[in-house]
């Protein structure tokens, strides 16, 4: 339960320092007035979404983080046999960096259109492109396209090495390393296909003429949905491989003595 | 003593919040069923934990007829009695105090309270009520499968749980338990969210965290609680049911039944103990933070007085909950684990009674001196105090390793669990029904009704679960459906138990009479008002009894002020409410 804890002490530590900027020593007692405590503490300044998504994270975080720890604590226990990862699993990291990546620069591209659009109108203000260039969606819809692609490639290949982990003949219930694996690698594409539902529908709505910063917050939500669940992906392998991969280990002899 | 004078205050426009785009029902269906209101959909999360809430109470009924009349009752095997056990156990913890305390108080009084309109993300709410709700009904249906439902107590404990000696073992009954509780959390997770989103995001102006009142403190950190600890019981029910189902070992060592060798190996039952303790300790304060965050309302209001260090309380509430994720091991002592681990849980266990001491301190500091109305919610948050401080006590015994071992697994542990986690949570939703009804219903609760209730169940509660820390004390076991003609055990023992069962039942039919009430004052019940308590919080200054569509009129309320200024010298009333911009020159105290 170590993992859990060091998780659980990030998480917590960065609640206290939110809450520490909430005036917990503040003595509403004797304060009165409208504004009198918010000086200082502010709501939080992200949109709901994103706050959503933050706390979405750390409930999916503990989840892995808790098998993480349960694969540590079989894996002391003798019948453990470390079975070997195919080496497609590489081309599949690869694949969903690659996702990521283009989700951030679809990103980086929707903030700076969305900056470019300026608001006119008094009663009802409507965004209007300065660049006057048509469909403000063209750049962001590509990139975006893009990190589906290879998001659902990296699923065929994730499902390619279901096969040819079984093929090597590691089934479910053949030995605790090959449970785990299949559970993981099973549970993080479920997350996959989960962000994909509404990675799919984001790029449903740059097809048509939709106001850019609608379109901002959810590509937001979408890339650092991709990062966190491209870095857990790094952390399970890791965790699956253990210190028995040869390889890696020869990789630190070399790095490190 | 510092005097502050507040400077005159501007008038300023409402709340800066994003645009909340309302969700508008167009028929029947979207707006009592299909609801994405959070008043609506916490009277549904209400109903459908109350009404499994009274399985329950039958099942608890039943234990009592064997334990007090064994026997006697042919009906009642070893088997089916297991099987109440467990069931009563795991709906009155998850399926009744979890889901009613942050479903239902959650979803009705955080909105009111903080002074938005509706929950963050209202359609994700309606779902997770669904979610809740199809959860219930495959934990039901486990009633109705061949072999009945799982009889491996609530904590599930492989590998007998999923074995063939055990009740719904090789059937269908474990297997739709752990479907059921990981729905539960599915569900649970959903409107989590929004609990914490809404309380973070959308508190309407002026209304900061130092600013809200203690039962919207309590149940959100409880929901964080909730959302950090529940993924524990998630991932140790999907591994037990692909051990159940598909063979695997994670749980299960090597295994011989009936002279068969089972297929399993190397698996450790010690992996399931921490990760349902991970969640189980959690569990705990998950029940009672919200429960210590009403009753401080509660008595504050009903009391005329300031809640006494509400500062204090904040910080408790924050680190009873930091604190309850290091002490899981306390239900441990007697698997086997290393002394040290041992000493070091016992020495956080008691750590974690500081700051809840501090709370008891509090309350009764908060009702010094105070103007004491002695209401129902009142009467019940009184009974809290004093059934939460008598668990406590125990609870110190339990936490202590070379204590705890003679103790572990007696009627001792079931009476002291009862008492913190039964009867006191219990006892304080009945005081908030109470309390907020008329807010719900526009109507009161009958008074009389309800003094009658809270006496016989108060007085009751005590006369089942005080005589069982003695039958502890002197070693009979939990989870024994007879006693036989064990040496060590006085007669008396059976005598109380008769007794006991007695009282059980005359608990569990008083609460027809609170049933009665509450159905009888939705017509007949007096009129309440807006505000009958006259009460600070927003909940109580809605333009409309039960508050419409939006909670709020057309702006949402400002707030000026802590929830708590009752009886404040030179007001010109006992109480000012949070969004009553008059200025009193306030002294301070700590
Ligand atoms: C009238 C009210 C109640 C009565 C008479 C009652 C009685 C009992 C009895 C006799 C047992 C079993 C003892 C044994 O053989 O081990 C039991 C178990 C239990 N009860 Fe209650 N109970 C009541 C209310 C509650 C409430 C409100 C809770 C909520 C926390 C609760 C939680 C539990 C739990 C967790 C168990 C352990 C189940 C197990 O051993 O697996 N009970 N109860
Ligand atoms: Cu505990």
């Known amino acids: 339960m170590t993992v859990v804890l060091i998780f659980l002490a990030v998480v917590v530590s960065t609640s206290m320092w939110w809450l520490s900027h909430q005036r917990l020593g503040a003595k509403p007692w004797l304060e009165s007035g409208l504004d009198s405590l918010d000086q200082g503490s502010h709501k939080v300044s992200l949109p709901k979404a994103k706050v959503g998504l933050l706390v979405i994270l750390a409930v999916v975080g503990m989840l892995f983080t808790l098998f993480f720890s349960s694969h540590f604590m079989r894996q002391e226990i003798e019948d453990w046999r470390q079975i070997p990862l195919p080496s497609i699993i590489w081309i599949n990291g690869i694949l969903l960096l690659g996702a990521s990546i283009y989700l951030q620069s679809a990103l980086v591209t929707a903030r700076r259109q969305a900056s470019q659009v300026q608001v006119v109108g008094g009663e009802n203000p409507v965004p209007v492109d300065v660049r006057n260039d048509g469909n403000n969606n063209d750049s962001v819809r590509p990139l975006l396209i893009n990190a589906c692609v290879l998001t659902v490639a990296f699923l065929i290949g994730q499902v390619i090495t279901w096969y040819e982990v079984a093929g090597n003949g590691f089934y479910l219930s053949s030995n605790p390393s090959s449970t785990f694996f299949y559970v993981l690698t099973g549970l993080h594409g479920l997350h996959i296909i989960g962000g994909l539902a509404v990675l799919f529908h984001t790029t449903a709505l740059t097809r048509s003429d939709t106001q850019l910063h609608k379109i901002v917050t959810r590509v937001d939500v979408c890339a650092l949905y991709w990062h966190f669940l491209f870095f857990i992906w790094c952390v399970m392998i890791f965790v699956m491989l253990g210190w028995t991969y040869d390889p890696f280990i020869e990789l630190c002899q070399r790095v490190f003595l | 003593m510092a005097e502050i004078e507040n400077d005159s205050l501007p008038i300023l426009p409402p709340a800066e919040l994003e645009e909340v785009e309302l969700y508008h029902a167009t028929n029947f269906w979207t707006k009592y069923v299909f609801s994405q209101d959070a008043k609506i959909i916490a009277i549904q999360y209400s109903g459908v934990a109350i009404a499994v809430g009274l399985v329950a109470l039958v099942l608890s009924s039943l234990i009592r007829l064997q334990l007090g009349f064994p026997e006697m009752f042919d009906f009642i095997t070893p088997e089916t009695y297991y099987q109440f056990v467990t069931m009563h156990g795991m709906i009155m913890v998850v399926y009744l105090l979890t889901a009613l305390f942050l479903g239902g108080f959650g979803n009705y009084l955080i909105p009111l309270m903080i002074g938005a309109r509706d929950m963050a993300f209202p359609y994700v709410n309606m779902l997770s009520f669904w979610i809740y709700f199809l959860a219930v009904l495959v934990l039901v249906a486990s009633f109705f499968v061949p072999g009945g439902p799982t009889g491996a107590g609530w904590t599930l404990y492989p590998p007998q749980a999923i074995l063939s000696g055990t009740p719904g073992g090789q059937g269908l009954g474990i297997i739709l338990m752990l479907l059921s509780l990981a729905l539960f959390i599915i569900g649970f997770t959903m409107g989590g969210l929004n609990y914490v989103v809404t309380v973070l995001q959308m508190r309407t102006r002026g209304m900061t965290m130092m600013r809200l009142p203690l039962t919207v403190w309590g149940i959100f950190t409880a929901t964080v609680l909730a959302l950090l600890a529940f993924p524990a019981l998630l991932v140790a029910t999907v591994m037990m049911l692909f051990d159940r189902l598909l063979e695997t070992s994670f749980f299960m060592p090597s295994l011989v039944e009936f002279g068969d060798h089972l297929s399993y190996g190397g698996g450790s039952p010690i992996l399931f103990q921490h990760l349902f303790w991970f969640f189980g300790h959690p569990e705990v304060y998950i029940v009672a933070l919200p429960a210590f965050g009403i009753v401080s309302d509660l008595i504050s209001t009903h009391a005329r007085k300031n809640i006494f260090g509400y500062r204090m309380m904040v910080w408790a509430i924050v680190g009873i909950g930091a604190l309850s994720f290091i002490v899981w091991a306390h239900h441990m002592y007697v698997s086997g684990m290393h002394p040290y681990f041992g000493f070091f849980f016992a020495t956080t266990t008691l750590i974690i009674a500081v700051p809840t001491a501090l709370k008891v301190y509090n309350w009764i500091l908060t009702l010094w001196n105070g103007n004491i109305h002695l209401t129902t919610p009142m009467l019940f948050s009184l009974g809290f105090i004093v059934t939460f401080l008598n668990g406590g006590l125990t609870g110190l015994f339990l936490g202590n390793v070379i204590v705890d071992i003679p103790l572990s697994d007696t009627m001792f542990v079931v009476a002291h669990f009862h008492m913190v986690m039964g009867v006191a949570p219990i006892l304080v939703i009945f005081g908030a029904i109470y309390h907020w009804y008329p807010k719900v219903a526009g109507r009161m609760l009958d008074e009389r009704l309800g003094q009658i209730h809270f006496w016989v169940t108060f007085v009751g509660s005590y006369l089942i679960f005080f005589p ?113 911009p008059a200025q009193i020159a306030k002294g301070g105290s700590a």
């Open chain 2, 468 to 580: 069982m820390h003695y039958i502890g004390l002197v070693g009979v076991p939990r989870r024994y459906p007879e006693l036989g003609d064990a040496a060590f055990i006085p007669d008396s023992v059976a005598t109380l138990n008769s007794f006991i069962s007695l009282a059980a039942f005359t608990v569990g039919i008083a609460q027809i009479l609170f049933l009665y009430n509450l159905f009888r004052s939705l017509r007949k019940g007096q009129p309440s008002g807006h505000n009958p308590w006259r009460a600070t919080t927003l909940e109580w200054q809605t333009a409309q009894t039960p508050p419409g569509h939006g909670n709020f009129g057309p702006e949402l309320p400002l707030v000026y002020r802590w929830p708590y200024d009752y009886s404040v010298p030179g007001a010109s009333e006992d109480f000012l409410a949070q969004n009553d």
